[in-house]
């Protein structure tokens, strides 16, 4: 005689089970965690080297922006170190910096762009302000086609490049070189 019946009761069939279990979210939380123990100071060092080139890559687009309007302008233009953001300044780090258009020929003076360095990031040059002739040249104080250089430094070892040189020379060729400051910023 065969049964009708399955040979289990229906409350003794399998479950299907669905998710994650306590020891595998703990084991997965623990790789997670030691992959972004190692992931992490790499990330830090592609951070600071991010800031640092951001920043001279902004002092770069100032400078080009100075030359471009003193041509367009037919006036001198500058890039200088500023503590309000109005007026250029002297002597000191490159907190903040601007390009203007300063009072030429009847003209008032204008403001062209303001910019901000980074709390981390430090800017120091030879020079108080880049000026930019008509012509698109920049001289120095002596007349001569201008040479200078400003640094961008963040006082880190990561990355150990931590310091970017922006070079002006031969009045207006601008370029850009990365230097191992071991840390130390000038």
């Known amino acids: ?3 009708r019946y399955a040979p289990y009761p229906q409350r003794h069939r ?3 089970s669905s998710g994650f279990t306590l020891v595998e979210l703990v084991i997965t939380v623990v790789v997670l965690a030691i992959i972004a123990a190692i992931a992490f100071p790499s990330f830090t060092t592609v951070q ?10 902004s ?11 003193a041509v367009r302008l037919g006036r001198p233009v500058s890039v200088c170190r500023s503590t309000d953001g109005a007026t250029c300044a002297g002597a000191g780090r490159w907190e903040q910096w601007l390009v203007l258009a300063p009072a030429s020929g009847g003209q008032p003076a204008e403001v062209l762009q303001s910019a901000r360095a980074h709390p981390s990031v430090q800017i120091t040059s030879e ?15 002596d007349g001569g086609l201008l ?3 400003l640094t961008v430094c963040m006082p880190t070892t ?21 230097i191992d400051g ?4 000038p």
């Open 1 to 3: 005689m065969h049964s």
């Open 14 to 16: 399998s479950r299907r």
């Open 48 to 57: 600071n080297s991010s800031r640092i080139t951001s920043q001279v890559n």
């Open 59 to 69: 002092l770069v687009a100032g400078v080009q922006q100075a030359r471009m309007e």
């Open 127 to 141: 020079v108080q302000q880049i000026t930019f002739g008509s012509n698109g040249l920049a001289r120095g104080a």
């Open 147 to 149: 040479a200078t250089t």
């Open 158 to 178: 990561k990355p150990a490049e931590n310091q970017r040189r922006l070079a002006i020379a031969s009045g207006s060729r601008v370029s850009t070189t990365s």
């Open 182 to 185: 071991a840390g130390a910023c």
